[in-house]
T-cell receptor, first 115, second 111 residues
Framework: DTAVSQTPKYLVTQMGNDKSIKCEQN?????MYWYKQDSKKFLKIMFS???????INETVPNRFSPKSPDKAHLNLHINSLELGDSAVYFC??????????????FGPGTRLTVT | SQQGEEDPQALSIQEGENATMNCSYK?????LQWYRQNSGRGLVHLIL?????REKHSGRLRVTLDTSKKSSSLLITASRAADTASYFC???????????FGKGTMLLVSP
């Protein structure tokens, strides 16, 4: 069974469109994250949710809006897509209330290409 | 600013050889973690070392941490072609904070 899953795996869309990426984890974790990995493989945290509440919101354009309907899901909605949004987006989860470490489990990624 | 910096950026070795990757960071940390990313896949957690630990082993992996030098190394012994991947270090300021990732070391192991 997949621990952290994301859909879709690939997303090709035109500038100006609005799109969503979905993430689900079945690990019972209390914290979920969105990362952006650029073409040089640099991985940058975008958002962090703990028990459905936003706890970290790094410097990200407000065109990006995360939504957590429950602890197992964290979706990412992007409005008015721009060329610079092209990247691989990773969802991850961890159990901060468990071991007290932030070991993270990653999804397979969504490769977003904006044309 | 970016916390972790891996060195080298790329490493090419033969199967059976050992691979060593280094990570330097800037501020005090609670723990440091190493992750592996195979091409086109998500990151996989390999090992975590806490700030009060100096060395840790997991199978063919050996991680060291020198907090005085703010550096860590990951040693993969007897490498295999399947070890070909990018390796990232990630630092945490506390056990509950987010992780800051370095740019990674790309390891190529040739048969």
């Amino acid at each position: 069974d997949t621990a952290v899953s994301q859909t879709p795996k690939y997303l090709v869309t035109q500038m100006g469109n609005d799109k969503s990426i979905k993430c689900e984890q079945n690990l019972g974790h209390d914290t979920m994250y969105w990362y952006k990995q650029d073409s040089k493989k640099f991985l940058k945290i975008m958002f962090s949710y703990n028990n459905k509440e936003l706890i970290i919101n790094e410097t990200v354009p407000n065109r990006f809006s995360p939504k957590s309907p429950d602890k197992a899901h964290l979706n990412l909605h992007i409005n008015s897509l721009e060329l610079g949004d092209s990247a691989v987006y990773f969802c991850a989860s961890s159990s901060l209330s468990g071991t007290g470490t932030n070991e993270q489990y990653f999804g397979p990624g969504t490769r977003l290409t904006v044309t | 600013s970016q916390q972790g910096e891996e060195d080298p950026q790329a490493l090419s070795i033969q199967e059976g050889e050992n691979a060593t990757m280094n990570c330097s960071y800037k501020t005090s940390i609670n723990n440091l973690q190493w992750y592996r990313q195979n091409s086109g896949r998500g990151l996989v957690h390999l090992i975590l070392i806490r700030s009060n630990e100096r060395e840790k082993h997991s199978g063919r992996l050996r991680v060291t941490l020198d907090t005085s030098k703010k550096s860590s190394s990951l040693l993969i012994t007897a490498s295999r072609a399947a070890d070909t991947a990018s390796y990232f270090c990630a630092t945490a300021l506390s056990g509950y904070s987010t992780l800051t990732f370095g740019k990674g070391t790309m390891l190529l192991v040739s048969p």
